[in-house]
């Protein structure tokens, strides 16, 4: 069974950095894409990126790109996103899903879900 764990949010102050990881688990971690998607209260999901596993291309959403990097370790099945220079509005929860494929085409490839882990940017 799939399981994907999301880790690493916690309270940070503006300008501040954070290293969410997300640990996957119960599939062959070949010819899959992760996602990474936040959702603050009020608002709906968000897709925030994605590093396909199968070729290590990744897809960044231009509102953080400059700010947030998705990478991945495939020997420990772990995916990254690094999110310097953090800003209020980045608060949220954020969640990483799995998309079993080798092309990712849209947000909604992604089907299975792991926990989400909080993010607090303070300003």
């Known amino acids: 069974e799939v399981q994907l764990q999301a880790s690493g949010g916690g309270l940070v102050q503006a300008g501040g950095s954070l290293r969410l990881s997300c640990a996957a688990s119960g599939f062959t971690f070949t010819d899959y894409a992760i996602a990474w998607f936040r959702q603050a209260p009020g608002k709906e999901r968000e897709g925030v990126s994605c590093?396909?596993?199968?070729?290590?291309?990744?897809w960044t959403i231009d509102s953080v790109k400059d700010r947030f990097t998705i990478s991945s370790d495939n020997a420990k099945k772990v995916v990254y996103l690094q999110m310097n220079s953090l800003e209020s509005d980045d608060t949220a929860v954020y969640y990483c899903?799995?998309?079993?494929?080798?092309?990712?085409?849209?947000?909604?490839?992604?089907?299975?879900w792991g926990q989400g882990t909080l993010v607090t940017v303070s300003s």
């Open positions: 590093i396909s596993i199968s070729d290590g291309s990744t």
């Open positions: 899903a799995l998309y079993e494929g080798r092309a990712v085409r849209s947000w909604s490839d992604f089907g299975s």
